[in-house]
């Protein structure tokens, strides 16, 4: 139940395109979901995260679409760039137990060619 | 403004061999963690400290200890290192459980 399940593992998309990652979960104590991008030699860093009191927040290109009765959410890269070229980690925190440690997906890898 | 630093970026060890992976962090932050990523398992908690003087297990401690030295300072010792330890190993800092993780930039561990 503390999963956080991230699909695909990998996806190539064409510069311009949409690039979109979908992130499930089980537990209905998570109440906050952060989205982490890393670069190659890098350790992660925050991109974008939302609270299930929202439906949607949008930065610049980058959107997370929150369902919160099908208890997923996704991560949508819009006009994608080779600049967005990274692993991306979904992830999630519970305000019950756990000291509020974050459990991350295994993550996805993006190329997004010119 | 370094942020969170790690040492060393490589090591290569024997197995039975013991290290220490140190990590400090200039933010003032209350918690730290210590991570290891594998390929096609995402990032997985080895040991936190929530707090100066507080430690306690994640998702996958054997064979891993810690020290929280003070509140910069977050130290990970592995003490007879095995090839199953070969991974990645991040730290990452935090205010608190409303505040975002910044990571260092990781070690990367053979262990042969």
């Known amino acids: 139940q503390q999963q956080v399940k991230q699909s695909p593992q990998s996806l190539i998309v064409q510069k311009g395109g949409i690039s979109i990652i979908n992130c499930a979960y089980e537990?209905?104590?998570?109440?906050?979901f952060p989205w982490y991008q890393q670069f190659p030699g890098k350790g992660p860093a925050l991109l974008i995260a939302?609270?299930?009191?929202?439906s949607e927040k949008k930065e610049g290109r980058f959107t997370i679409s929150f369902n919160k009765s099908a208890k997923q959410f996704s991560l949508h890269i819009m006009d994608s760039q080779p600049g967005d070229s990274a692993t991306y980690f979904c992830?999630?925190?519970?305000?019950?137990?756990?000291?509020?440690?974050?459990?991350f997906g295994k993550g996805t890898k993006l190329s997004v060619k010119p | 403004n370094a942020g969170v630093t790690q040492t060393p970026k490589f090591q290569v060890l024997k197995t039975g061999q013991s290290m220490t992976l140190q990590c400090a962090q200039d933010?003032?932050?209350?918690?730290m963690y210590w991570y290891r990523q594998d390929p096609g398992m995402g990032l997985r908690l080895i040991y936190y400290?929530?707090?100066?003087?507080?430690?306690d297990k994640g998702e996958v401690p054997n064979g891993y200890n810690v020290s929280r030295l003070n509140k910069r300072e977050f130290s990970l010792r592995l003490e007879s290192a095995a090839p199953s330890q070969t991974s990645v190993y991040f730290c990452?800092?935090?205010?608190?459980?409303?505040?975002?993780?910044?990571f260092g930039n990781g070690t990367r561990l053979t262990v042969t």
């Open positions: 990452a800092s935090t205010w608190g459980v409303n505040s975002p993780l910044h």
């Open positions: 537990n209905t104590a998570f109440d906050y």
């Open positions: 939302i609270r299930p009191d929202v």
């Open positions: 992830a999630a925190r519970s305000a019950v137990g756990s000291q509020g440690n974050l459990i």
């Open positions: 933010m003032n932050h209350n918690s």
């Open positions: 400290s929530a707090s100066e003087g507080t430690t």
